[in-house]
Every structure is written in C-alpha cells, then in structure tokens.
T-cell receptor, first 113, second 113 residues
Framework: DAGVTQSPTHLIKTRGQQVTLRCSPK?????VSWYQQALGQGPQFIFQ???????QRGNFPDRFSGHQFPNYSSELNVNALLLGDSALYLC????????????FGPGTRLTVL | GDSVTQMEGPVTLSEEAFLTINCTYTATGYPSLFWYVQYPGEGLQLLLKATKADDKGSNKGFEATYRKETTSFHLEKGSVQVSDSAVYFC????????????FGKGTLLTVNP
C-alpha cells in the first residue's frame, strides 16, 4: 500500500519564478492538505482540498494556490517566488469521516535563490 | 486562535534514560491532540494521538495523556534508544475534524549510546 508520495524531492528556483509541487495521497484517502515547514520550525497549514475544492486556508497570500484532480492527487503552485518561500513543503492526506490523523509525505525541499 | 507550545530543545539523553517532552495547548472546544515524529531527512510520522480528555495515546513505548484541566499532552518514554533521535512535534486539530493541524515548533531529541 503506497503511502503519500510527493515530487520532486528537491527544487531550486530563483526569485520571481513560479513553481508547481505535486502530491499523490495514500490509497483510499480523499483529502489533501499542504503545509510549509521553514527550517527549525513546525509545519504551517497552507490549505486543504476535498472534492476538488479548497475547503480551508491558512494565513498565506494568494501567490499560493492549489488544485485537486478527480483522482484526489493535488498540486501546490507558488507564483512570484520570494527568498522566504524556501522551505520543506509537506503534503498530508486523510479520509473525511475517517477520524482525526493525517499521513504525511516525505516533502519537497524548495530553495529560492 | 489555536496554539501549541512545546518545551525548548534540544534535549540530549543517554540511552535508557527517561524522556519527557512537555506540550501545552490553547484551543477552543475539544481538540484532538497528536505527537508526530520527524526523522532526519524525512516527513512527519504520526506517533500517537488522543481524541478526548483523559485518553492515553501510546505507541512504540511512547505515551501521552490528554489532560484538559492543565491543557497538556506531555510525551513520555521510560527508556529511550539511539533510534529515537528525531524531532518531535506536538499538534492539535479541532474536534474530530480532518481539517488543519496546528503544530508546536518541535523539540530535537538526541540520544547518545
């Protein structure tokens, strides 16, 4: 049973560029959440997708956007990259009504130069 | 808003020592509480959880009890191993919702042989 997978593993971009990160949820899960983890900090909630719609959003600017596809996979897009966007981006999947608790992927390390 | 406060790290212990990592929270309602562990270079793994007051979560020798009266969820282990070296995150989510997790900043644990 495959867990949560994310791609790419690492990414290097320059300021002002745009980036797309991808996530496939654990088999049977229908909800995907994205988190940003800055170095030495706890993960911060970006947003969550369920039934292809954004259901909840954290305190992140509109430069951060997402999408969920019919197969439940998801993308995180970040426009106009800033140096401060350098972080580990974590995807988590869960099942609505399946009880609390999420499964996290290994993350994508984004470096903005 | 909701918040989680963890004891400052790093924590350095010798093998077989007793471990306590303190966690307190501020939240409305009746949150579910979690401990996640992050090994070097990896994503987050759910270690244990508790969904209501006085519940005790346990896994791999780790335990934590949901104390509503003190708004705490301290992590304990009677005898740590070198393989327990990791960053530990306390987190909460509201009720039984599958929505966002609010994390503490994490506590780095190093266990020496």
């Amino acid at each position: 049973d495959a867990g949560v997978t994310q791609s790419p593993t690492h990414l290097i971009k320059t300021r002002g560029q745009q980036v797309t990160l991808r996530c496939s949820p654990k088999s049977g899960h229908d909800t995907v959440s994205w988190y940003q983890q800055a170095l030495g900090q706890g993960p911060q909630f970006i947003f969550q997708y369920y039934e292809e719609e954004e259901r909840q959003r954290g305190n992140f600017p509109d430069r951060f956007s997402g999408h969920q596809f019919p197969n439940y996979s998801s993308e995180l897009n970040v426009n106009a990259l800033l140096l401060g966007d350098s972080a580990l981006y974590l995807c988590a999947s869960s099942l609505v009504g399946g009880g609390a608790g999420k499964y996290f992927g290994p993350g994508t390390r984004l470096t903005v130069l | 808003g909701d918040s989680v406060t963890q004891m400052e790290g790093p924590v350095t212990l010798s093998e077989e020592a007793f471990l306590t990592i303190n966690c307190t929270y501020t939240a409305t309602g009746y949150p579910s509480l979690f401990w996640y562990v992050q090994y070097p270079g990896e994503g987050l793994q759910l270690l244990l959880k508790a969904t209501k007051a006085d519940d005790k979560g346990s896994n791999k020798g780790f335990e934590a009890t949901y104390r509503k009266e003190t708004t705490s969820f301290h992590l304990e282990k009677g005898s740590v191993q070198v393989s327990d070296s990791a960053v530990y995150f306390c987190a909460l989510t509201q009720g039984s919702s599958n929505y966002k997790l609010t994390f503490g900043k994490g506590t780095l644990l190093t266990v020496n042989p």
